[in-house]
Nanobody, 122 residues
Framework: QVQLVESGGGLVQPGGSLRLSCTASGSIATINFMAWYRQAPGKGRELVANINSAGVEYADSVKGRFNISRDYAKNAMYLQMTSLKPEDTAVYFC?????????????????WGQGIQVTVSS
């Protein structure tokens, strides 16, 4: 199995910046992709940014303001968020697709972190 731990959330004023981190641990053979999702109150979960071997992609609402990156050696992922807006307020979730090693062999799985609150407010 894979455990994902997020950190770096909190309260920030509009126009401010935050950096989210996510670290994956467990019986990981290969990480295929890592991504950030978010869910605002009363709304569905939406993709914020995704990073894999093909490159990166961002939701239109965050392009030019957010930057996703990875530290492959640490199985970590980061989301640098700048020019934050009140509408960025949400719980942010780390997500990964990985090949894991189990007692019965290797299998693909998709895993989620617990989520971390980001609040943008004056």
């Amino acid at each position: 199995q894979v455990q994902l731990v997020e950190s770096g959330g909190g309260l920030v004023q509009p126009g401010g910046s935050l950096r989210l981190s996510c670290t994956a641990s467990g019986s990981i053979a290969t990480i295929n992709f890592m991504a950030w999702y978010r869910q605002a109150p009363g709304k569905g979960r939406e993709l914020v940014a995704n990073i894999n071997s093909a490159g990166v992609e961002y939701a239109d609402s965050v392009k030019g303001r957010f930057n996703i990156s990875r530290d492959y050696a640490k199985n970590a992922m980061y989301l640098q968020m700048t020019s934050l807006k009140p509408e960025d307020t949400a719980v942010y979730f780390c997500n990964t697709g990985a090949l894991v090693t189990t007692t019965w062999g290797q299998r693909q799985g998709v895993y989620w972190g617990q989520g971390i609150q980001v609040t943008v407010s004056s």
